[in-house]
């Protein structure tokens, strides 16, 4: 218990795939202008990270290694997140239309989406159970989450505020990114 504790704190906030290991940055920066949307591009991405550490935990355990065709992981692993995608796009046009028209073009995105298959190669490379990969993968989907929904949540206040014109958009834009990933290497001595 104590080491999967660990993995998702480690996961979340220390090794935070977005401002630490700088994955994911394509939806971090182009969805986080409302918090809204934030927050729903998130939900995404925890139910794909998930269910995606699941699956190709098991493919990867039970089938290619198995096999010996270790070597296709990555092919794999990318077929099973783009069928994951997928099934997220049907279900959001469906369920929530508002959401999957505010998502636009960043939600088949999640497909290419670096740390989605970061999560799953992870998972491979660190030998996890497919329990620790679970684990791995929902705490490092929440760590995407919340630095989205935080970098909208500031975003959304930065566009009242007085800001030289030099700095105006995509310039304060990625300074706020980089104040934020300063503020969370700050986590890394609670592992």
Do not use: H, W
């Not at 977005?18 to 969805?31: A, E, N, R, Y």
């Amino acid at each position: 218990m104590k080491e999967l504790l660990l993995i998702a704190v480690g996961s979340a906030f220390v090794n935070n795939v977005v401002l630490s290991q700088f994955l994911g940055i394509c939806p971090f920066l182009g969805v986080s202008k409302n918090v809204k949307t934030a927050a729903g591009m998130g939900g995404a991405v925890v139910f794909v990270i998930t269910i995606s550490s699941f699956v190709t935990g098991l493919i990867y355990k039970f089938i290619l290694v198995k096999t010996g065709f270790e070597y296709l992981q990555t092919i794999v692993f990318i077929l099973v997140i783009a069928a994951l995608v997928q099934f997220v796009e049907m279900f959001l046009k469906k369920a929530m239309p508002p959401l999957y028209s505010a998502l636009g073009v960043y939600l088949p995105l999640i497909t290419t989406n670096c740390a989605v298959l970061g999560v799953a190669l992870t998972n491979v490379q660190k030998s996890y159970t497919i329990l620790e990969s679970v684990v791995n993968g929902v705490a490092t989907a929440v760590g995407f989450l919340v630095s989205i929904v935080l970098m909208a949540g500031i975003r959304e206040k930065i566009e009242y505020n007085d800001i030289t014109p030099a700095f105006k958009g995509t310039p304060i834009v990625l300074v706020t990114a980089g104040l934020m990933a300063i503020a969370f290497f700050g986590f890394s001595g609670l592992i």
